[in-house]
């Protein structure tokens, strides 16, 4: 069964930083558009970083651009999301998700395959 596993999630002070990897289990991430989206319980889940399958694309939300930064390596195409200047309000359960039209979409109903999450915690 093809699945995503996330990890590097953690807690961490105002104003830190942390690095979310995302990856294939039973195949690789090279050619899919992956994306990183998070929910915190009685809100919609939104949509906050995504690469084309290529690499070269990218989309922001704007509540995270110029802070996270999404990429992927060549081999597996693991996919990374560094978050820098993290705040109280990026806490929340973040999930990467796997899309085969291999467009950077924010839109969650676009994508096949999804990770369980990793939590992300932001607390003095």
Known sequence: QLRLVESGGGLVQPGGSLRLSCKG???SLRDYAVCWFRQAPGKKREGVACVEGSGHTTKYADSVNGRFTISRDG???????QMNRLQPEDTNIYHCAAGAHGMPTLTAALYDYWGQGTQVTVSS
């Open 25 to 27: 289990s039973g195949f």
């Open 75 to 81: 081999a597996q195409g693991t996919v990374y999301l």
